[in-house]
């Protein structure tokens, strides 16, 4: 008999409960070596993830609701004598549009853990949100005669939920919540321990400085799979769920997540896949994109080309400002990029190398950027026919695909600059526009002979794509010159040669041509 999926639960209790028959992946191993000492900790991993499911799992331990652990890896392995009065916090309850939003959230955050513990609200006679907060902290303790365990989460929501909003409201409501969070390090002595969720680090919060200075866990190895679905995961804990499935596919689709450990997948996408009855979609990215991502992308010129093989320093990956915000570090923390490999200068600084970590992420991602840069929707441009078109080397059929597809740009993308006139522009719009309909897309790769403009891979053609503005028929000429062709000359597969001319009075093609390479051909 199949466990139930926990789908849209977010807390242990219901999922572990004697009348549930929910299926659990046990995380208590990784929670037991967090929680057994007193600390500070904070751990960043994208919305949907499990952080929530995280957070309740520590707030039932340390209450020591045995029951709820039998059968797992702490129950054998945690002290079930003591207790400690758990001060939890969400801040995910509202969508901050106002500094009152802010304030007001905060405020019943503390009157919820006042009815909890008893402590009559007008207690807290200290001015200020932070100072109350403290107050807080001193009172229970000394009411239980034992130190409390703070869990928060989802920190950074109101800074999230403003970054998109004109004017100092992020700034504001960072200012709120520094003032609010930073009561920790002067009530130290009431404190066991402490956990905060969030999706972005910034820094200036004071969180990550000071004698009680928060533990960052996100690229701790030890802690790589807290959240997520591990492969091992997957195939011993969800049984008969993934009989008959294709689990190279799943694997393509939804893994790919790595911080320095095993890679995961994302829980949210696995649990929608299989009640979906093993339907493949992107159901992570469909709860929503943040609103600050697509401002960024319309500000910062990034090219989506660019996307697949960043490489940052530890310190701009891991944290930033909000006068400094940047564009690949939010796309890591908030799940768009993965870590694909790491390396150290002569001085022992560490970079990391990044990448898109799934087909799901890069169809939608591919999709988001098409979309920002020709300021339309993605289904009204065919995405669908100019993929089909080179599974089946139809080349009249994708040529007709992508003169439509420009043809279909709005007349005011070009009204306050001359973008067409550079063949940066047309490469990205078509990166983005073939890579939302399924296809292996190489931009830019460089070979010993030069760096051709885009490679594309289907099972059974490989297409050498070569682009010019005003070129007048010499982008095919360059790929013969150069011989752009001739590192794939032992692939197997049909090489087919397209030189693409584009016309920037026109804003479209201005030729097209292509050749299939005879087999075995070398000038």
């Known amino acids: 008999m199949r466990k139930a999926l926990p789908i849209g639960i977010q807390t242990f209790s219901e999922v572990r409960n004697s009348s549930s028959d929910f299926l659990y992946v046990d995380k208590t191993e990784s929670v037991h070596l967090m929680c057994r ?53 969400d801040m995910s309850g509202i969508n901050y549009q106002t500094i009152q939003d802010v304030q007001g959230q905060l405020q019943n955050m503390l009157a919820q853990n006042c009815r909890k513990f008893e402590v009559p609200v007008e207690a807290l006679t200290h001015t200020g949100l932070g100072p109350k907060l403290g107050q807080l902290i001193q009172l229970i303790s000394e009411k239980y005669q034992q130190q409390v365990v703070i869990l928060i989460d989802e920190y950074d929501k109101a800074i999230q939920d403003t970054l998109s909003k004109e004017g100092e409201l992020a700034a504001e409501a960072m200012e709120e919540l520094r003032g609010f969070y930073s ?7 009431y404190i066991r321990f402490c956990f905060m969720t969030g999706i972005t680090k910034f820094a200036g919060m004071g969180l990550f400085s000071g004698a009680n200075n928060f533990d960052d866990i996100t690229l701790d190895p030890d802690y790589a799979s807290i959240v997520g679905f591990t492969q091992y995961e997957l195939e011993h804990s969800f049984g008969s769920y993934f009989d008959g499935v294709d689990m190279e596919k799943v694997k393509q689709w939804y893994n790919g997540y790595a911080y320095l450990g095993e890679k995961i997948y994302n829980p949210f996408d696995v649990l929608l896949f299989l009640k979906k009855k093993n339907t493949f979609a992107n159901y992570w990215w469909e709860t929503g994109t943040p609103g600050f991502l697509v401002k960024l992308f319309e500000q910062q010129n990034y090219r989506p080309q660019e996307l697949g093989k960043m490489e940052l320093k ?33 001085l022992g600084m560490t970079y990391y190398q990044l990448g898109v970590p799934n087909l799901e992420v890069q169809n939608a991602l591919n999709e988001l950027f098409f979309e920002t840069i020709v300021k339309a929707p993605s289904g009204d441009f065919g995405i669908e026919k100019g993929g089909l078109a080179l599974y089946e080397k139809d080349m009249e059929a994708f040529e007709q695909a992508i003169r439509s597809m420009f043809a279909s740009i709005p007349y005011e993308n070009y009204s306050k600059s001359n973008i067409q006139q550079f063949e940066g522009y047309y490469a990205a719009i078509l990166f983005t ?70 016309d920037a009075e026109q804003k479209n093609l201005g030729g097209f041509e292509w050749e299939e390479l005879e087999s075995g051909l070398i000038n």
């Open 433 to 502: 526009f073939l890579s939302s309909s399924g296809l292996k897309v190489y931009p830019e790769k460089s070979i010993a002979i030069g760096r051709v403009d885009m490679t594309i891979e289907t099972p059974d053609y490989l297409y050498v794509l070569e682009f010019k503005v005003g070129g007048e028929g010499k982008a095919l000429e360059q790929i013969h010159e150069k011989r752009y062709y001739e590192p794939y000359l032992s692939d197997g597969r049909k090489i087919i040669l397209i030189g693409m001319d584009f």
């Open 314 to 346: 530890e310190t701009r990956l891991k944290q930033f400002t909000l006068k400094n915000l940047d564009l690949v570090s939010l796309l890591w923390q908030s799940g768009y990029l993965t870590i694909t490999g790491t390396r150290q200068d002569f």
């Open 183 to 189: 009561v920790f390090k002067p009530y130290d002595e």
């Open 37 to 89: 000492h007193k600390g500070y900790y904070f751990l960043s991993r994208p919305r949907r993830f499990g952080k929530s499911m995280l957070v309740s799992t520590m707030a039932a331990l340390f209450e020591g609701k045995r029951d709820l652990f039998e059968g797992l890896y702490i129950e054998e392995h945690w002290d079930w004598g003591k207790t400690y009065p758990v001060i939890r916090m």
